[in-house]
T-cell receptor, first 115, second 111 residues
């Protein structure tokens, strides 16, 4: 069955370190997204991609970067981790080209703690 | 910027009863999509129901239905015959260019 996976599921790191969170989907979806979830804010979009070599900033992109070299993967990098980036991170994917109405399929989430 | 507001941080319902979760949004666009997602304790995000703004008819999925009031920018979720498995966080979401989520409503179902 097709799925979307994230690794690691839990990560503890120190302030200033570079951290990369992996996202891999086997749906063959064009669109991939990264969100962070914080209490009182719901999910907020960090970066998104509508295809290979395409990346775009979301509403909370400062301190994060992504790259899309193939359809299946969209890794999220924290260039220099800060305590404010302690959060649960979700990756999602969807099918149709820039499809506004299609369902997003979410990964299981990564809990990141920055000490 | 578009915003999504869920004014009820927590709600409680008796098993088999009906509950309505509120959501309002702010937009100047005429064409968009609205969603309700469920997040159980497992943290998995699950799509509950979807509404296209250009459709007048309210979406329905089994025990879940919405009351979509476009002029009022309101999109409430009604859960009928509530079950213990409905207990979760519920997020309202708006999408035109990309998705914006509300802060969520935690639903408790009492046996």
């Amino acid at each position: 069955d097709a799925e979307i996976t994230q690794s690691p599921r839990h990560k503890i790191t120190e302030t200033g370190r570079q951290v990369t969170l992996a996202c891999h989907q086997t749906w063959n979806h064009n669109n991939m997204f990264w969100y962070r979830q914080d209490l009182g804010h719901g999910l907020r979009l960090i970066h998104y991609s509508y295809g290979v070599q395409d990346t775009n900033k979301g509403e909370v992109s400062d301190g994060y970067s992504v790259s899309r070299s193939n359809t299946e993967d969209l890794p999220l990098t924290l260039e220099s981790a800060a305590s404010s980036q302690t959060s649960v991170y979700f990756c999602a994917s969807s099918e149709s080209p820039r499809g506004e109405g299609d369902e997003q399929f979410f990964g299981p989430g990564t809990r990141l703690t920055v000490l | 910027a578009q915003t999504v507001t869920q004014s009820q941080p927590e709600m409680s319902v008796q098993e088999a009863e009906t509950v309505t979760l509120s959501c309002t949004y702010d937009t100047s666009e005429s064409d968009y999509y609205l969603f309700w997602y469920k997040q159980p304790p497992s943290r998995q995000m699950i799509l509950v129901i979807r509404q296209e703004a250009y459709k007048q008819q309210n979406a329905t999925e089994n025990r879940f239905s919405v009351n979509f009031q476009k002029a009022a920018k309101s999109f409430s979720l009604k859960i009928s015959d509530s079950q213990l498995g409905d207990a979760a966080m519920y997020f309202c979401a708006y999408r035109s260019f990309f998705v914006r989520f509300g802060a969520g409503t935690r639903l408790t179902v009492k046996p």
